[in-house]
Each structure stands twice: as C-alpha cells, then as structure tokens.
C-alpha cells in the first residue's frame, strides 16, 4: 500500500469511527456495547434457574445472537474457543465451559495448615468501563510524595475515577484484609479507607490482594472478569452455613452488589466461588477473549459522511482469519515500552460478523439493532493490542480498491508500528472472559 493510500485510508478512519465517539453516554456508534454491559450489570442476567424459581427464556439470558448472509463464513474455531462467547451468544452452552476454572476444593493435603486456614475466593465481574480508570488501581501513584514528603498538590485537588481493583479494595478490605481481625474494628476501619486516600499508608499494613485475569484499560468494559481475593476471616457468613465459613460467597457477594447499587456505579459481582489455593487467575489462564461491537450504519440517504457498513464485513473477516493459529510477533500492535518477556501472541479465533440485539423490547422499532463483532481469543495480549489490531483491521478492510488478505499479515512481519492505525476507542471493547484448563 502506498502512502498516499495508507493516508486516505487513515482519513476515512478518523471520519468514521473516531469522530463519531463523543462523551461519556452518547458514543453514537457504540449503543450495543453499552447495551450488553447494562445487560450484565443487571441481577436478572444471572438468574439460570438453579436455585431460582425464575427461569429465564434465551433473550433474557444472552443478550446477541449471530446473523448468517451468503457472505459468511461458518465459524471454524475449535469448540473450546468458542464456548468462550457463550455468555453472549449462548448458542455453544452444550460445550465445557472455558471461563470455569478448576474444580474448588478446600481439603488440599499437600498445603500447610496456615493455607488450609486461608479462604481463596475467585469473583466473576462485571463492570462498564466509562465508569472507571481501568482496572489497575494507580493510587500509589496519584499519591507519591516529592523527595520532601510533600503530596502533589495536583494528586490533591485533581479529581479522577475510581479503578476496579481499588474500588473492590474498599470494600472488601476493611473486612477481609489482615488488619480486620475482629467484628468490631470493621465499622471504623471501613469508613477509614472509604473516605482516606492515604489511610493504607499510614496504617503501615499492605491491602487485601486481588489478583486479575486480564488489567483493562481506562473506558474498557468487562462482562466475565476473573479476579482471586485470599482471606482468613472464615467467621464470616458462619451463621448461615454451621460455622464452616461457607457463607461468605454470597456475603461477599452481596456486599460489594448493595454498595455499588448505592454508589450508582457501574460494576457488579456475578459470582463467586471457593476454588484451590494455588488457583492464580492471570497464570493459569490458558486463553482469554475479546469482542469489539461496532453499531451498524447502513442509513443510504447520507452518502458523503464516512461510516461503517455491513459491507465491510467479510474484507474484515478475511484479514482476520489469517491471524488464526500462528504465534506471531505483535510488536507493531503494542502500545508503549514493551515490559513484557516476549511480545509473541497467538490469536486461537480471530473472526468477524454481524451480531443481533436481542433484547429489544421496543414493539414499534421496525428493525433489530444490528452491530459488527470482532472476537478475538488468544493465549495472551499486549497492551493496547485489541485496540489497535481492531482499528488497522478496519482501515485495511475499507479500501475500495480490495484488501489483501495478508495485509495484517505484512504489518506483523514488518515490526514497524507507524504502519498501523491508532488504536481504536474503548468504547466498544469488552472482556468477555479467560479460559482455564
């Protein structure tokens, strides 16, 4: 591609998907990613039926399905990867679950009694990104004194959103953390931390740890976050279970759901379970998966704004399939200084297609809210990498002129970063989950 081409199609880029994000809650093209997040943020889309007497039909339980056209391609991905979007689609439930780690045990005799003593909890998570700073919790960096002790004066007056990680820190801490020993200290030591940025500090004692599968970036939303907190308070929850502790899922559960619920922010715990003490969610995650929803704008009566279409749809696919299966060197789809031991990825599924707003309950609407979905399932990402792999994807599928397959293929190769588009907006990127063995 030449570079007379490469500008006019970064141009249509900026046209059509960056300068259609605007602020915060009317991000034109993104309403179905911000759609499948509500959905997720709400109680009901948990409710399967086990232990409730509401059973949910599919339109209430998975929030899209996929639209099939002539130009489709039969998705061709191993059963494994796909039952990773199942929380979406729903259609591969009859599959094993990837986003389910190993079966939890507590009686491990291979581990001290002092481990045996510790509760190891994995929470399932969903939040909206727009709502937070990203996952990592930065407030030791807001808050970092000068060599004279003194706190920044911009940390101070500098009003920033919450992360996810500091947010469940809050709440779960005072209670679970080492320094929350008795019932009576939970109360001030909670009200101490909620409303004391520098509280830790000066207690001298380090916060509960939560471990991630995945760290998001600022704007990006999760629907099936995995994440493991570690506790010795079994006294919590043993009223409702003889003393054994194994109430303090639902607790948990419960507690961080009714605060969020007060705060109006958007993150909720969609489970959380009992699971090995040598469970670590970002090690023993053998995959995790990506979706990027963009609104479909087929409106013909405006032919001279640029925007995205379904036409694009099987160029896009087609750039994308050849990414599957290789282990490749994804340096020119990273973002900043590379902190990581290798930058070789292997994308397992790397697909696009036209997905479908089922649960659209408005009678007098004549069509179904349509948007593209890009899934991406790879044993691991670098920063920034869905974004920008996205955002080039796009560029180089809308040329007029035909796309060569390989084009992706070629960036790679090159390991030049100025060949790709700038990464696309969190808006329309969500995390759907991680796989474990």
């Not at 899922?249 to 007060?262: A, C, G, H, I, T």
């Not at 749809?313 to 990581?340: F, I, Q, R």
């Not at 031991?341 to 089922?358: F, M, N, P, S, Y």
């Amino acid at each position: 591609m030449t570079d007379l081409q490469l500008d006019s199609r970064d141009e249509w880029l900026d046209k059509a998907l960056f300068d259609r994000t605007t602020d915060k809650y009317s991000s034109s093209i993104f309403n179905t990613s911000a759609m499948v997040v509500d959905h997720f943020l709400s109680p009901n889309a948990d409710l399967m039926g086990v232990d409730n007497d509401t059973l949910l039909d599919d339109a209430q339980r998975y929030p899209l399905r996929r639209v099939q056209s002539d130009s489709d391609t039969e998705v061709e991905s191993t059963s494994t990867t796909i039952s990773m979007f199942s929380p979406l689609f729903g259609s591969c439930s009859k599959h094993t679950s990837q986003s389910t780690p190993r079966p939890p045990t507590a009686d491990l005799d291979t581990f001290s009694s002092k481990k045996k003593q510790r509760i190891n909890l994995k929470l399932t998570v969903a939040y909206r990104g727009l709502d937070f700073c990203g996952w990592e919790d930065q407030r030791h960096e807001l808050y970092r004194s000068d060599a004279s002790g003194a706190v920044k004066q911009s940390a101070v007056e500098e009003e920033v959103l919450p992360s996810v990680q500091g947010t469940l820190v809050d709440i779960l801490d005072p209670l679970l953390g080492k320094k929350a020993t008795h019932h009576n200290d939970c109360k001030h030591l909670e009200q101490q931390a909620k409303y004391n940025p520098n509280f830790q500090k000066m207690t001298k004692v380090m916060p509960i740890e939560i471990k991630v599968a995945g760290r998001t970036d600022a704007g990006v939303s999760a629907i099936s976050q995995v994440c493991r907190i570690r506790t010795y308070r079994t006294d919590i929850g043993e009223s409702t279970n003889n003393n054994t502790g194994e109430g303090l899922e639902k607790f948990v559960q419960n507690l961080v759901n009714y605060e969020m619920q007060q705060l109006g922010e958007g993150l909720r715990i969609r489970d959380v379970e009992r699971v090995k003490h040598d469970f670590h969610p970002t090690f023993d995650a053998s995959c995790r998966a990506y979706v990027y929803l963009i609104d479909v704008n087929d409106d013909a009566s405006d032919a001279i704004t640029p925007k995205i279409t379904r036409h694009i749809v099987p160029k896009l696919n087609s750039v994308l399939k050849t990414l599957e299966g290789k282990e490749l060197d994804y340096l020119a789809m990273s973002h900043g200084k590379v902190k990581t031991q290798t930058t070789l990825c292997t994308l397992l599924h790397a697909r696009a297609g036209i997905v479908e707003w089922k649960c659209n309950n408005d009678s007098e609407s004549p069509k179904r809210k349509q948007a593209i979905c890009i899934e991406l399932v790879g044993d691991r990402f670098l920063r920034r990498m869905v974004r920008l792999l996205v955002a080039t994807a796009l560029r180089e599928a809308s040329g007029a002129d035909g796309c060569d397959d390989n084009a992706l293929l070629n960036i790679l190769t090159s390991m030049d970063r100025t060949y790709r588009a700038r990464a696309a907006p969190p808006d329309g990127l969500i995390f759907v989950g991680a796989g474990y063995a």
